[in-house]
């Protein structure tokens, strides 16, 4: 069988919640756009409502050519909320984005934590892709280990990200990415293309962030090129 990989974007302010400032989809995400055009790959990016709403452009001339998919109205956590404030967050994040890209059936939560009690409001909007899983996280192998299954579940399809997004400034090789199993799942952010050394946060958000991640990412996609990977984007997950 062919092996896939599925580049995801989170477009969000930058590095949340220490900032809150759009420097990556002003100038990380035009770079970004760059690379994914030169190598013609295909990508998916779950986009948080607020974040269409204030650069509705980018989001129409991004969903002229790829996924969208939606990463709730505010970035807050879902374990956070009550039902009620989940279910207000998809409502309004939902709405904003099919109307600006069309057809919108893959969701994200901010920092891969999605309570299994709100699955049901995913369904209820329309939804038949969640990606809030992540296989490296211990609740996702306890969650395999007590029978739950990776794909269907709910009448959802559960697609969990192969690795941290930091993978792409981590001083590794190509070598690592032969480890991860197809599908491979990978995401990043545009604030990562942007140079974030001088800003007041966490460390692991300011390592080789600006042109080095974006020379891994180019890196990182002829690897994949050149191993015969098929590049997917997550909705391609509900034919294959
Ligand atoms: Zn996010």
């Known amino acids: 069988m062919m092996r896939t990989v599925a580049l995801t974007i989170d477009i969000e302010p930058d590095c949340p919640p220490y900032l809150r400032t759009y420097r990556g989809i ?39 050519r790829y996924e969208i998919g939606c990463h ?29 890209a069309g057809r919108v059936v893959s969701f994200r939560a901010p920092n891969l934590i999605f309570p299994e ?12 892709i969640d990606s809030s899983l992540a296989k490296y996280k211990v609740g996702h192998l306890y969650r395999i280990h007590a029978g739950g299954k990776d794909d269907l579940n709910n009448g959802l399809l559960r697609i ?8 792409l400034r981590l001083p590794l090789g190509n070598g690592i990415l032969r480890r991860l199993d197809s599908p491979v799942i990978l995401f990043f952010h545009p604030w990562e293309f942007v140079d974030m050394s001088g ?15 974006l020379a891994r990412l180019e890196s990182l996609i002829g690897f994949f090129k050149n191993s015969n990977y098929r590049f997917c984007t997550l909705s391609d997950f509900l034919r294959l």
């Open 26 to 64: 002003e100038s990380g995400l035009p770079a970004l756009l760059e690379v994914l055009e030169k190598y013609d790959v295909k990508a998916t990016f779950f986009i948080t409502g607020d974040v269409a709403l204030k650069y509705p452009q980018e989001v129409a001339k991004i969903a002229r």
């Open 72 to 100: 709730g109205y505010s970035h807050m956590r879902f374990d956070r909320m009550t039902f009620e404030e989940a279910a207000d967050e998809i409502e309004k994040s939902t709405a904003v984005l099919r109307r600006l």
């Open 117 to 128: 009690r709100f699955l049901g409001l995913l369904k209820d909007n329309g939804y038949l």
């Open 160 to 167: 969990p990200v192969s690795a941290t997004s930091s993978l």
């Open 199 to 213: 800003e007041p946060v966490r460390w692991d958000c300011k390592i080789n962030t600006g042109s080095r991640a």
